[in-house]
């Protein structure tokens, strides 16, 4: 989709491998059209725990070789850092919609773009829950989900 022939917008929805495909078809257009400035649109994006998945989404924003962000493990575990192996595919103005519904990975992505390429984050303050969880089985047969 595109405004005014020279800002590319793109809603990615839930993080998921499907739409990052779509993603990756919508950037590539918008260099064939010469798109200056880019909308990503990460408001209601429903709530994931897979930080791989959202590092993929912000690699294509993010420089290569720079951390996106790091995963910080319990006291004797070790950090994990995801970074970018390649340029983005998109380096012109990129603003960012969000709200109290952005939550999870898309929080990760939203904040690693901001801190990279200067985004601007236009809305409301996200929901604060991007974090990793596992599952706990607990020996009433319940499960707890637990961020680590």
Known sequence: ??????IGDVRPGSLNNANLQALEKALSGFVGKKMNDLIVDLRASPATSDLSLAAEFAKRFCP??????????PAGHQDRV???EHDPAFRGLIMILADGDTTGGAEAVAAAVRFYNKALVIGHP???CAAEYSDLALPDGKIE???V
């Open 1 to 6: 989709m595109s405004i005014a022939e020279r």
């Open 64 to 73: 290569k070789g720079k951390p996106i962000f790091t995963l910080r493990k």
């Open 82 to 84: 995801f970074s970018s």
């Open 126 to 128: 996200t929901a604060g």
């Open 145 to 147: 989900a637990l961020a």
